[in-house]
């Protein structure tokens, strides 16, 4: 694993991988199966591993989290960030921070809390936060004005925010004033699209921002990061295209729940077994593993077709 601090450059280099993690059946973690995942990741060209929503991240607690990110350290490659996710809620954040200052995590990201909260106490406890962690971190915002531009530039300014992923729903994502208002403040380039490769065209495109998250990378790593070269180089005709190959494995997240979705279509795809889900969720209904199992297996089949026509 990668320890120097992220720069720019590092945002724009790799599409940032938000893998699932993989449980035994009594909850402990399974490194096997964790380390598949990222062999399979690392595999199609993606470097950065950042475990938050899609890993549960919320409900992990600090018995055992130790153990769980060492492992994680332990299976990426060395040119490979891993970057966990803490909180949401205040009290876990300051009880994880010296947990993760003590294994040299480059940044961390503050998962986003709904209630009870008010965008001055948000303020206050990232900075307390990132205080005692000694590095400055990652804000994740799904929400609306969650916290002001103002806020977010004074942040900027002092040194305590690395990035921002965004994920604020639009109904046409090329329109978004708060978004805009945000790259105007702290620059594009330390904000990354946090909705997977469904806007991450537009994203990209309408505000240069500096990449996109992805959960299905975690089953086609060498297309999504296609995707993220063809935006870049301006070429979005293959862009499209590219997006089209991934669209109906989004679209059954979309459909169900993209967390859900994500953790058991790993292992229907057969990449890796990631067992049940960590609690307080639950894998996706019986009903549902036929066409998500379908829609996961068409896309590993054009994901291997296209690493064998590179090589």
Not at 276 to 292: F, K, R, T
Request: charged share 20%; hydrophobic share 45%; glycine share 8%.
């Amino acid at each position: 694993m990668k320890t120097s601090q992220i720069i720019d450059s590092d945002l724009s280099g790799s599409v940032l991988s938000v893998p699932p993690l993989a449980w035994n059946d009594d909850f402990t973690p399974n490194h096997e199966a964790n380390t598949a995942l990222i062999r399979h990741i690392e595999a199609g060209g993606v470097t950065t591993l950042l475990y938050g929503g899609n890993a549960n991240m919320h409900n992990v607690g600090l018995t055992g989290l130790a153990d769980l990110l060492q492992h994680l350290i332990v299976a990426a490659g060395f040119d490979s960030w891993v970057l966990p996710s803490v909180g949401p809620d205040f009290g876990s954040m300051m009880d994880q921070a010296p947990v993760l200052k003590e294994l040299h995590f480059p940044t961390v990201m503050i998962l986003p809390i709904q209630f009870p909260a008010t965008a001055k106490g948000i303020e206050t406890g990232i900075r307390r936060f990132a205080d005692k962690l000694g590095k400055p971190i990652i804000i994740y915002i799904k929400t609306d004005n969650y916290l002001s531009v103002d806020q977010l530039k004074a942040l900027k300014e002092d040194g305590v925010l690395r990035a921002i992923k965004y994920a604020v729903p639009r109904e046409d994502p090329n329109v978004d004033a708060y978004l805009s208002d945000l790259c105007e403040a702290i620059g594009p380039a330390n904000i990354v699209s946090g909705f997977g490769e469904r806007p991450a065209i537009d994203h990209l495109r309408t505000f240069n921002l500096a990449g996109f998250t992805s959960g299905s990378v975690c089953i086609a790593p060498s297309l999504s990061m296609q995707l993220l070269r063809a935006i870049q180089a301006g070429d979005f005709e293959e862009a499209a295209r590219i997006h089209s190959l991934i669209m109906p494995m989004e679209d059954e997240r979309e459909r169900i729940s993209p967390i859900r979705v994500l953790h058991d279509a790993v292992t229907l795809a057969g990449i890796a077994s990631m067992g049940p889900m960590y609690p307080m969720l639950s894998g996706i209904e019986e009903s549902d593993y036929e066409a998500v199992g379908k829609a996961a297996s068409e896309l590993l089949k054009l994901e291997m077709a296209e690493r064998a026509s590179v090589v």
